[in-house]
């Protein structure tokens, strides 16, 4: 990097630092916490959105929220004190967190498989599969939705699995890479906390027992779940708001201008900038001779979604809870399933689901015969291959750590009790399903974190909804906690779902983000206004509250997107 590039860098790292030190000192006081509780990420976006370096400004919240629980715990801030805790307490302890550490392995190991997969043939299988069923990139859209609406048991999963297989057939079909980011990371999320059976519901029905158990109310916490789903007013919207898009082939703001050039020059990936998985533009290929099959890709792919399933089931077979429910319901049943998610270690199961999917690819990949009947790729050359699209990964790596680091240390500082503090005072019953769905936001988007945000949320605002107007204002509250939880994270720059995405379609992070948010927060806006806001004022029921939204929605594609596959007006 050229030396101007560095003091530029630095200048406008400085300004970000001075800026978020400002806003720290003007907030007021709240309880036992103070502004400082939302510096760190509050940095972490200001330097990432002004430098355009996540990682720069990840590492520099970090410190920044060490520095501030060093002052607070009245120890000498001295420089290796503060390294230290940043280094030992905010990163090195939750990576070895057995979640994080399986994730990152199911993440890498898929990476892997998919990049042997390409060279195999199963990509290019199929993308003459799509060529011709449909041929086009409405198609390749459309069944990109499709894959993300199909695999909806976990978010991660739904991610990795998607992103991977489909971004290189985008890119044959002239599909920007933002555009591939957009449609896994808005599938992913709202499709697991729709979902009767995903690894969302476990844990959501839990918060909502416990939750329940505390306020002494006579309901389960999956019956409060299943009369909440009709007002999830956000995950509904979105996924409509996905495939309404595809249909009208329309796009506006910052995505429009990625799919015009995408359409126009082939850049599926704008110049200058650098996928978060560390891949090259150009897609691998099968070595000449070997015939291109769909059933290449699709039978790794099969064998991780099957795996998991089976995994979970196994591992959580003994479990008291699972042994009850087995007696108390079906194998198949929702229920069964709802207690196998809550009982089971899924990232574990989904670690091991990738390494059998990247063992099949590896024996399909090895028995491959090219026209003379001969194998071309020997087992030394497809492990190097597996091994080289992990190495490339590095880059996304830092990102996740780091990512997984500044929520640890925004818990340390109070980011999320100061939200709360800051709100819960101008809490009324007419708004209040509105107000609990932003402050959801506002606490997900800054912590980058769903689940902590819900953890956080749901016993402190559905008491409070319980007691100002009963059971309609509790369920409508409590859809609003796990919607804006979802909604702040989708946007999040340092969310790790957010990062995954970029991830998995290959795609700049902050290309994704920048493009991502103009349609989240349309779909955001259409659900706090005609969703938690009319509902919660009886203006009318939650179904007419959706198709207003999506009216709404359907209007503002209409009116002000564009197709950008439309040739220019003479």
Request: charged share 10%; aromatic share 8%; hydrophobic share 55%.
């Given at each position: 990097?050229?030396?101007?590039?560095?003091?530029?860098?630095?200048?406008?790292?400085?300004?970000?630092?001075?800026?978020?030190?400002l806003?720290?000192?003007?907030l007021?006081?709240?309880q036992?916490h103070?502004?400082?509780s939302l510096?760190?990420?509050?940095?972490?976006?200001?330097?990432?959105?002004?430098?355009?370096?996540?990682i720069?400004?990840?590492?520099?919240?970090?410190?920044?929220?060490?520095?501030?629980?060093?002052?607070?715990?009245?120890?000498?801030?001295?420089?290796?004190?503060i390294?230290?805790v940043?280094?030992?307490?905010?990163?090195?302890?939750?990576?070895?967190?057995?979640?994080?550490?399986?994730?990152?392995?199911?993440?890498?190991?898929?990476?892997?498989?998919?990049?042997?997969?390409?060279?195999?043939?199963?990509?290019?299988?199929?993308?003459?599969l799509?060529?011709?069923?449909?041929?086009?990139?409405r198609?390749?859209?459309?069944?990109?939705?499709?894959?993300g609406?199909?695999?909806?048991?976990?978010?991660?999963?739904?991610?990795?699995?998607?992103?991977?297989?489909?971004?290189?057939?985008?890119?044959?079909?002239r599909?920007?890479?933002?555009k591939?980011?957009?449609?896994?990371?808005?599938?992913?999320?709202?499709?697991?906390?729709?979902?009767?059976?995903?690894?969302?519901?476990?844990?959501?029905?839990g918060?909502?027992?416990?939750?329940?158990?505390?306020?002494?109310?006579?309901?389960?916490?999956?019956?409060?779940?299943?009369?909440?789903?009709?007002m999830?007013?956000?995950?509904i919207?979105?996924?409509?708001?996905?495939?309404?898009?595809v249909?009208?082939?329309?796009?506006?703001?910052?995505?429009?201008?990625?799919?015009?050039?995408?359409?126009?020059?082939?850049?599926?990936l704008?110049?200058?900038k650098?996928p978060?998985?560390?891949?090259?533009?150009?897609?691998?290929?099968?070595?000449?001779?070997?015939?291109?099959?769909?059933?290449?890709?699709?039978?790794?792919?099969?064998?991780?979604?099957?795996?998991?399933?089976?995994?979970?089931?196994?591992?959580a077979?003994?479990?008291?809870?699972v042994v009850?429910?087995?007696?108390?319901?079906a194998?198949?049943?929702?229920?069964?399933?709802?207690?196998?998610?809550?009982?089971?270690?899924?990232?574990?199961?989904?670690?091991?689901?990738?390494l059998?999917g990247?063992?099949?690819?590896?024996?399909?990949?090895?028995?491959?015969?090219?026209?003379?009947?001969?194998?071309?790729?020997?087992?030394?050359?497809?492990?190097?291959?597996?091994?080289?699209?992990?190495?490339g990964f590095?880059?996304a790596?830092?990102i996740?750590?780091?990512?997984?680091?500044?929520?640890?240390?925004?818990?340390?500082?109070?980011?999320?009790?100061?939200?709360?503090?800051?709100l819960?005072?101008?809490?009324?019953?007419?708004?209040?399903?509105?107000?609990?769905?932003?402050l959801?936001?506002?606490?997900?988007?800054?912590?980058?974190?769903?689940?902590?945000?819900?953890?956080?949320?749901?016993?402190?605002?559905?008491?409070?909804?319980?007691?100002?107007?009963?059971?309609?204002?509790?369920?409508?509250?409590?859809?609003?906690?796990?919607?804006?939880?979802?909604?702040?994270?989708?946007?999040?720059?340092?969310?790790?779902?957010?990062v995954?995405?970029?991830?998995?379609?290959?795609?700049?992070?902050?290309?994704?983000?920048?493009?991502?948010?103009?349609?989240?927060?349309?779909?955001?806006?259409?659900a706090?206004?005609?969703?938690?806001l009319?509902?919660s004022?009886?203006?009318?029921?939650?179904?007419?509250?959706i198709?207003?939204?999506?009216?709404?929605?359907?209007?503002?594609?209409?009116?002000?997107?564009?197709?950008?596959e439309?040739?220019?007006?003479?």
């Amino acid at each position: 990097m050229a030396t101007s590039d560095l003091l530029r860098s630095a200048t406008r790292a400085g300004i970000a630092v001075g800026l978020a030190i400002l806003v720290a000192l003007l907030l007021p006081r709240q309880q036992d916490h103070t502004g400082w509780s939302l510096f760190p990420p509050l940095l972490a976006i200001l330097v990432a959105m002004v430098t355009g370096r996540l990682i720069l400004g990840l590492s520099l919240a970090i410190v920044g929220a060490a520095t501030i629980v060093t002052v607070w715990n009245g120890v000498p801030p001295l420089p290796w004190v503060i390294l230290g805790v940043a280094a030992v307490d905010f990163v090195w302890l939750p990576l070895f967190n057995s979640f994080q550490f399986y994730i990152l392995g199911f993440t890498a190991s898929l990476i892997g498989m998919v990049r042997v997969i390409a060279i195999a043939g199963g990509t290019q299988g199929i993308a003459e599969l799509l060529v011709a069923r449909a041929a086009g990139a409405r198609s390749t859209r459309a069944a990109t939705v499709l894959m993300g609406l199909a695999i909806f048991f976990d978010d991660y999963a739904n991610t990795m699995v998607v992103g991977t297989t489909m971004q290189p057939v985008a890119d044959r079909f002239r599909i920007s890479r933002e555009k591939v980011a957009y449609l896994v990371d808005s599938t992913a999320a709202p499709v697991a906390g729709l979902a009767v059976i995903s690894t969302w519901i476990g844990y959501e029905v839990g918060l909502f027992e416990d939750t329940l158990r505390q306020m002494g109310v006579a309901m389960s916490g999956y019956e409060l779940f299943f009369r909440a789903l009709p007002m999830r007013f956000y995950c509904i919207m979105t996924l409509a708001f996905v495939v309404m898009s595809v249909a009208l082939r329309r796009d506006y703001g910052p995505m429009y201008a990625a799919e015009r050039r995408a359409f126009t020059t082939g850049q599926t990936l704008a110049t200058g900038k650098r996928p978060a998985s560390g891949r090259e533009v150009e897609t691998i290929s099968a070595p000449p001779g070997i015939s291109a099959h769909w059933i290449t890709a699709a039978a790794p792919i099969a064998v991780v979604v099957t795996a998991v399933f089976a995994g979970m089931h196994a591992d959580a077979w003994n479990a008291t809870p699972v042994v009850a429910a087995r007696e108390q319901h079906a194998l198949f049943s929702l229920n069964y399933w709802t207690v196998v998610m809550s009982n089971t270690d899924t990232a574990k199961m989904m670690f091991i689901a990738s390494l059998l999917g990247s063992g099949l690819t590896f024996a399909i990949a090895a028995t491959r015969r090219d026209g003379n009947g001969h194998r071309p790729l020997g087992l030394r050359r497809i492990a190097l291959t597996w091994i080289k699209a992990i190495r490339g990964f590095h880059y996304a790596i830092a990102i996740l750590v780091l990512a997984w680091g500044i929520k640890e240390a925004c818990t340390a500082v109070g980011t999320s009790s100061y939200l709360v503090a800051v709100l819960s005072d101008r809490l009324v019953p007419e708004i209040l399903p509105v107000l609990v769905f932003l402050l959801a936001a506002a606490i997900a988007f800054s912590i980058g974190t769903s689940w902590t945000t819900m953890a956080i949320l749901l016993p402190t605002m559905v008491p409070v909804a319980n007691e100002m107007g009963g059971l309609p204002l509790t369920v409508l509250t409590a859809a609003a906690v796990l919607d804006g939880a979802i909604f702040g994270d989708h946007c999040s720059p340092i969310s790790d779902t957010t990062v995954l995405s970029s991830i998995a379609a290959s795609c700049d992070h902050l290309s994704h983000v920048w493009t991502q948010i103009p349609y989240a927060v349309a779909t955001m806006a259409a659900a706090a206004l005609f969703g938690y806001l009319g509902t919660s004022l009886s203006l009318y029921g939650g179904m007419v509250g959706i198709g207003l939204g999506l009216a709404s929605l359907a209007l503002l594609l209409l009116l002000v997107g564009k197709d950008p596959e439309a040739k220019p007006t003479e």
